[in-house]
């Protein structure tokens, strides 16, 4: 059974190498006779590998696109290349950060000790230019997503804002990336309530094995959930400003959620905020409509500042 098995992962490799093998060629490769290679052929039919046989001089047997994907062999250097291409479309942001994660957690966990050495040392001579994406903790995140997947609680150590490190006990919900950081949305087992923590601060411990049934999120929307708890939870000033645009465009253009208030068709109350008055003035100037603050001091004296500069800038220029 066990030399059987052996012969059917060689005849699937060999099929993963190239587009056509006559029955002589897989016989000749494996040490079979074509009888052999034939009922190798039905088995791995059974198993769910689509392979095609091509009669003929000229044909031959072929790995097929099937309705299902079925589990793939990698060598060395194929297995390293995956794992690495993985991260990057993480480090990316490329709307498949998730899927990449949960994917590379399935890979790593059954890689090699030597090919996970090489998979680091890859990460550690590779230099990204510094912008405003921080480098992410690949192994954190793997850690995370894996534990998503498989409904498993999760320990981990966490850096509050302070500074402070304290360790906390969470059933994993969702991974959430927005701007420039991971968010993890759980259930808190210490406060019995939702948590959004974020990733870059989280040190996983070792797996607990325990599992735990998802509960429904708040409001049945993870990624607004974590986002509004983000920003408002952080915000320093607030402010009221009225927007001469329908409610609609303005929301659209903001990616963040925010109260909008409907006044008519033209314009629109916003409440928003930000830790820095002059960072979002100059951002709602990209809204590329007018503004008038109703309640904010900060931003009011913010927007002055900001056309000091303007006209300052444009001083020297001619009319």
């Known amino acids: 059974m066990l030399k059987t098995s052996a012969r059917l992962l060689d005849m699937l490799s060999l099929l993963q190498l190239k587009r056509d093998w006559t029955s002589s060629e897989l016989a000749g490769r494996l040490g079979v006779s074509t009888r052999t290679v034939r009922a190798d052929i039905g088995k791995l039919r059974s198993l769910g590998y689509p392979v095609d046989a091509r009669p003929g001089v000229a044909g031959g047997y072929r790995l097929a696109a099937g309705t299902a994907m079925p589990p793939l062999l990698l060598d060395d250097d194929e297995a390293v290349a995956v794992a690495v291409g993985l991260g990057v479309v993480a480090a990316r942001r490329l709307g498949v950060e998730e899927t990449s994660l949960t994917a590379l957690a399935k890979l790593e966990q059954v890689l090699p000790s030597r090919l996970r050495r090489r998979v680091e040392a890859v990460r550690e001579a590779t230099s990204i230019v510094p912008g405003v994406e921080p480098p992410l ?139 820095d008055p002059d960072r979002l003035a100059l951002w709602m100037t990209q809204l590329d409509v007018d503004v008038e603050v109703i309640d904010g001091d900060e931003l009011a004296v913010a927007f002055d500042r900001l056309a000091t500069r303007f006209r300052r800038a444009a001083g020297g220029a001619s009319p």
């Open 137 to 275: 903790d690949l192994s954190a995140l793997g850690a995370v997503a894996a534990a998503i997947r498989g409904r498993e609680r999760l320990r981990f150590g966490y850096t509050k804002p302070g500074g402070d490190e304290e360790a906390r006990h969470a059933e994993p919900q969702r991974l959430v990336t927005w701007g420039a950081l991971w968010y993890l949305l759980a259930w808190d087992l210490d406060r019995d309530d939702w948590r959004v923590f974020r990733v870059d601060r989280m040190v996983p411990r070792a797996p607990t094995g325990a599992r735990f049934r998802p509960r429904a999120v708040p409001g049945d929307d993870a990624v607004e959930y974590v986002v509004g708890r983000v920003s408002k939870g952080t915000w320093k000033y607030r402010a009221r400003v009225l927007v001469h645009a329908p409610a609609a465009t303005v929301a659209a253009k903001i990616p963040i959620p925010v109260d909008v208030e409907a006044v008519d068709g033209s314009t629109c109350r916003v409440e928003l905020g930000s830790d």
